[in-house]
């Protein structure tokens, strides 16, 4: 019999996990997340959401990475945006372990952002709202520009890049977390001039090896220091294709 095919199977090994992580949930919490990833396999039959579908490692690599932020950063209360998405990575296993933060899933497919609807539905999760858009258009829209304490992001990209789609959404005093793999100073060292030109600092690179794997990860905290010129973000394509230098 396939391992996890019960879910009192998944619920107990999710425990053990998140307890190894050093996340502390309640059990309704935790159940919240075997559902998740009962609709994110099901969905993906259909629909290209992730490339990883066993549980262990939706588990490690999406669920425990999405909320090692926790360690680091107190989101309660705070308004949060998560650029990029995709099948919600890390906004919605962050707002299942931080019920108090106001979060905002940003993502330019809209089929995807139909699929985190049904999500927080079904997990009957408040204060929280998935949107159809591109970062470089939702970025000057005032409702959303330097509107929030947060701004973090998992999607692939460099740091120039992501810098450029993150940074506006945040306020003065607030942070730009960018998820990365293992280690990071040259890429954060090639950045730096963007950050700076978008009103950002850096302020620390929080590594971390997640549980029982050799698997590095990284967070980069951009302080945001000023207000980002009206110039940025450039207009949609031209972040990724011609990164600030």
């Known amino acids: 019999m396939e391992r996890f095919a019960e879910k009192e199977e998944r619920i107990r090994y999710l425990e053990q996990e998140l307890i190894q992580a050093g996340i502390h949930l309640e059990e309704g919490?935790?159940?919240?997340?075997?559902?998740?990833?009962?609709?994110?396999?099901?969905k993906n039959k259909v629909m290209n959401l992730t490339a990883i579908t066993a549980f262990e490692d939706v588990v490690q690599k999406h669920f425990i990475?999405?909320?090692m932020l926790l360690r680091y950063a107190?989101?309660?209360?705070?308004?949060?945006?998560?650029?990029?998405?995709?099948?919600?990575?890390?906004?919605?296993?962050?707002?299942?372990?931080?019920?108090?933060?106001?979060?905002?899933?940003?993502?330019?497919?809209?089929?995807?952002?139909?699929?985190?609807?049904?999500?927080?539905?079904?997990?009957?999760?408040?204060?929280?709202?998935?949107?159809h858009g591109r970062a470089e258009d939702m970025?000057?829209?005032?409702e959303y520009r330097e509107h929030f304490d947060y701004c973090v992001s998992r999607a692939v990209a460099?740091?120039?890049t992501l810098s450029e789609y993150g940074v506006p959404f945040v306020k003065v005093g607030g942070c730009f977390i960018?998820?990365?793999?293992?280690e990071m100073e040259e890429e954060l060292k090639q950045a730096e001039k963007a950050i700076r030109i978008l009103g950002g600092e850096k302020e620390k690179i929080e590594s971390f090896r997640l549980p029982d794997?050799?698997?590095?990860?990284?967070?980069?905290f951009i302080r945001k220091k000023k207000k980002t010129s009206k110039k940025y973000p450039r207009k949609a394509g031209l972040p990724s294709k011609e990164p600030l230098k």
């Open 29 to 42: 919490q935790i159940h919240q997340l075997e559902t998740y990833y009962q609709m994110l396999v099901e």
């Open 65 to 67: 990475d999405s909320m």
């Open 74 to 131: 107190d989101l309660k209360g705070k308004k949060v945006i998560d650029v990029g998405t995709g099948a919600g990575f890390p906004g919605i296993p962050l707002k299942i372990a931080c019920p108090d933060a106001e979060i905002v899933l940003l993502d330019s497919l809209n089929k995807r952002v139909q699929f985190l609807k049904e999500v927080m539905d079904a997990l009957h999760l408040e204060k929280i709202e998935a949107v």
């Open 139 to 142: 970025a000057k829209k005032a």
């Open 158 to 160: 460099n740091l120039s």
């Open 178 to 182: 960018s998820y990365k793999s293992g």
């Open 213 to 220: 794997s050799d698997i590095g990860r990284s967070l980069i």
